[in-house]
């Protein structure tokens, strides 16, 4: 018997599973901004096969379904824990790694930019995903955070309405960094490295392909898990 079936939403299956985002990764396919989609459609629309994609999801699980998972199932956590969790470990990130990767971006525009102008594509398109993400953070810690463990304790339609409505900004915010990112692995050829790249442009596209995968599991915790708790 099977645990997936392409009926299901992609959110919800790595809301199950959460190692079906590896697959789901290897073949580009959004689980997190468009988690809300129907495993088919996305399948039939993008050109995937969709037996080879939901056997490999549905051996994975069955291979692991008698190992103990030491990930945390998130899906049953409290909103608060949860939020925490969000902010510790995906916000401490790009706090971290947003400076260190724009300071590498333009150590390499101004070594290689004039033999790879592609450069300086990625250069305005990182900076500009860091600067939406800076403010986004903002929004979700000082904000949005606090009104959800406050509807939590003490419970009132005025700040129910407007969680929903901040979420609502959140959400068009991830689909935007998602476009980003879509630009910068087109721009960079899936973060190929040029084959005269020196140390530093390696890592600085090694980094990129991180901060992409984080972003990715940062907004399927929102979008999929946190968020339509304070929509229904």
């Known amino acids: 018997m099977t645990q997936f079936n392409a009926g299901q939403k992609i959110g919800d299956i790595v809301t199950k599973f959460p190692k079906a985002a590896d697959i789901f990764k290897e073949y580009r396919i959004d689980f997190c901004c468009g988690g809300e989609r129907i495993l088919r459609e996305v399948l039939q629309r993008e050109g995937h096969n969709e037996t080879e994609i939901l ?3 549905n051996d994975l699980y069955a291979e692991l379904k008698n190992i ?3 990930e945390q199932d ?3 956590e409290e909103s608060g824990p949860l939020s925490d969790y969000v902010v510790n470990t995906h916000h401490a990130y790009l706090n971290a790694e947003l400076p260190r990767i724009s300071k590498l971006i333009t150590m390499i525009l101004r070594v290689h930019g004039e033999s790879h102008p592609e450069l300086k594509g990625v250069h305005r398109l990182f900076h500009h995903l860091k600067l939406e993400l800076e403010q986004h ?3 979700e810690e000082a904000i949005e955070f606090p009104l959800m ?3 939590e304790t003490k419970p009132s339609a005025n700040i129910q309405k407007e969680i929903r409505r ?3 900004e959140l959400k068009a915010e991830h ?3 998602g476009d980003i990112l879509k630009e910068l692995r087109t721009i960079t050829n899936d973060f190929a490295v040029p084959a005269d790249a020196c140390n ?3 890592i600085t596209y090694q980094k990129l392909a991180e901060l992409e995968s984080d972003i990715f599991q940062h907004v399927h915790l929102e979008n999929n898990i946190l968020f339509p708790r304070y929509l229904g």
């Open 55 to 57: 056997g490999r999801i």
């Open 175 to 177: 689909d935007g960094a």
């Open 74 to 76: 998130w899906s049953q």
């Open 200 to 202: 530093s442009y390696r």
């Open 137 to 139: 953070l903002i929004k």
């Open 166 to 168: 901040i979420i609502q």
């Open 68 to 70: 103990r998972d030491t």
């Open 149 to 151: 463990k406050e509807q």
